[in-house]
């Protein structure tokens, strides 16, 4: 029923910010913003498009999922696949974006780290070990 995962929307406050800091991650903007909500398509090489909700109402507000006490459901982060967390940790670095965890290893060789986009969201780029993307 299922083949593969369309797309991944995220809500974001700053169209332009949230577009930089993608961008630092390989995505670029293809598209938007169109629609009633407005959102913005971003595409990346591997084939993953994200696509950026334009209606978070304020750039400084908690993520309610991540940042307060009370858990509610809903999706937490979203993982990405990445075959050098070490190159990509430091290429991070280069444009002043702090690790928000990791690096953490997991049975079997994966390891992860983790970042916040600029409305909090949090990104994992993953890397398994012995088994690359492509």
Request: charged fraction near 20%.
């Given at each position: 029923?299922?083949?593969?995962?369309?797309?991944?929307?995220?809500?974001?406050?700053?169209?332009?910010?949230?577009?930089?800091?993608?961008?630092?991650?390989?995505?670029?903007?293809?598209?938007?913003?169109?629609?009633?909500?407005?959102?913005?398509?971003?595409?990346?090489?591997?084939?993953?498009?994200?696509?950026?909700?334009?209606?978070?109402?304020?750039?400084?507000?908690?993520?309610?999922?991540?940042?307060?006490?009370?858990?509610?459901?809903?999706?937490?982060?979203?993982?990405?696949?990445?075959?050098?967390?070490?190159?990509?940790?430091?290429?991070?670095?280069?444009?002043?974006?702090?690790l928000?965890?990791?690096?953490?290893?997991?049975?079997?060789?994966?390891?992860?780290?983790?970042?916040?986009?600029?409305?909090?969201n949090?990104?994992?780029?993953?890397?398994?070990?012995?088994?690359?993307?492509?």
């Open positions: 029923m299922i083949t593969a995962v369309a797309h991944i929307g995220i809500r974001v406050h700053d169209l332009e910010r949230s577009v930089a800091f993608y961008r630092i991650l390989g995505f670029e903007k293809t598209a938007g913003p169109v629609g009633p909500e407005p959102v913005a398509i971003l595409d990346h090489p591997s084939g993953v498009e994200i696509n950026l909700i334009l209606n978070a109402p304020s750039a400084t507000a908690p993520n309610i999922l991540m940042d307060v006490p009370e858990k509610h459901p809903g999706i937490t982060h979203v993982a990405l696949l990445c075959p050098d967390i070490a190159a990509a940790q430091k290429k991070l670095e280069a444009h002043g974006i702090a928000s965890g990791g690096p953490v290893k997991f049975p079997g060789g994966a390891q992860a780290i983790f970042v916040r986009d600029p409305d909090r949090v990104i994992e780029l993953h890397q398994r070990l012995g088994k690359q993307p492509g």
